[in-house]
């Protein structure tokens, strides 16, 4: 059987507490207004952006035994495969503190159950034996406890070792050891990008060339995101920037996941660099638009790539 679809691989799962705040200040009394729960992590966000657009899609990584139940629910709900590996304790929770009147989102991000060695060595046969079965793999988010940097540095050797096409999305050292064994696909937002190069980069020019910088070492595609600005898009022969249209944000929770998500299930269908570009950030403005990491109906995310401005990055 040929290998098809993909598998997310999320190393650090959260269920993530939104916590709406109005007027939300550091070191006073803060009071919630309303508060939802949502199974996330970048990679599990990433397995369910994607479960409408592409078949199978895999969700595999690690989970906190005794608090999977909205996990299981979300692979259910969204027809994902279920191969996360259960570990002893709960995954984490992060806190996203939304304040509507400035308009900003506060991630207070915990640090997640402790991986053992016995639960890291199962993992990579879980993902030698699932690399089979699936064409592409998006590794994403933050380590837990316990594992080495090295982390994804040994899983994208291990993947494209397996002929399996990789994506990359994480942040620093475990990032820039990753980057290093040259993955198919990274989005690093600007921050991340510049943690990746080493130095400021204050102009669009500056970015360009340290994207272009990270694709003459091998990375197939660079896709940086830039919050309300847009995106920057990457390869060996062309280089695109994508404007969102007008937006009402309402959380910013999951945008980067998102884009990652466009921007690969436009890449498996085959296309190009332009057309990615508008399925990254329809997909990233579709989810601003809701409160958890979900997109809008078809229609709507289709309605929104038209509106995305692409023009040449130079
Ligand atoms: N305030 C915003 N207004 C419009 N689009 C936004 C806004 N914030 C993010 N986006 C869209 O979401 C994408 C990803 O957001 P970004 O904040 O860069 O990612 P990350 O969450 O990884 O830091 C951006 O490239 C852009 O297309
Ligand atoms: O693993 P990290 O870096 O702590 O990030 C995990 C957080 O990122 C998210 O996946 C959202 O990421 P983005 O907003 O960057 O798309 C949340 O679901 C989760 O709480």
């Known amino acids: 059987m040929e290998a098809e679809g993909v598998a997310t691989v999320t190393l650090n799962a959260a269920l993530d507490h939104s916590l709406d705040c109005p007027g939300f200040r550091a070191g006073e009394v803060n009071r919630v207004t309303s508060h939802r729960v949502d199974p996330g992590g970048k990679g599990i966000n990433v397995a369910a952006f994607l479960a409408d657009w592409v078949r199978p899609v895999t969700a595999a990584g690690f989970l906190g035994r005794d608090n999977a139940q909205p996990f299981e629910a979300l692979f259910r709900a969204r027809g994902i495969e279920d191969r996360c590996r259960r ?99 990274i989005k690093p937002n600007l921050r991340e990008l510049e943690e990746l190069v080493g130095r400021q980069l204050p102009r669009r020019e500056d970015v360009l060339e340290a994207a272009r910088g990270l694709v003459a070492r091998g990375i197939g595609r660079v896709v940086v995101s830039m919050g309300g600005e847009g995106a920057l898009l990457v390869e060996r022969t062309r280089a695109v920037f994508a404007r969102p249209p007008p937006t009402r944000v309402v959380s910013t929770v999951g945008a980067g996941d998102a884009m990652l998500s466009g921007v690969l299930g436009g890449w498996i269908r085959g296309e190009a660099l332009e057309a990615c570009a508008r399925w990254g950030t329809a997909f990233a403005v579709g989810t601003l638009t809701r409160p958890g990491p979900v997109l809008p109906p078809r229609a709507e995310v289709e309605e929104l790539m038209a509106r995305v401005q692409v023009e040449e990055a130079g």
């Not at 994506?167 to 990032?175: N, T």
């Open 87 to 185: 570990v002893a304790g709960e995954t984490r929770m992060n806190l996203k503190v939304l304040d509507a009147q400035a308009g900003q989102v506060t991630d207070i991000n915990l640090p997640g159950v402790r991986i053992g060695d016995e639960d890291w060595a199962a993992l990579k046969k879980d993902l030698e034996a699932l690399a089979r079965q699936r064409r592409w793999f998006v590794l994403a988010g933050s380590l837990p406890a316990g594992l080495p940097e090295s982390a994804y540095a040994e899983l994208v050797r291990l993947l494209r070792g397996a002929g399996c096409l990789v994506a990359l999305d994480a942040s620093g050292p475990a990032m820039r050891l990753g980057v290093a064994e040259g993955p198919d696909l």
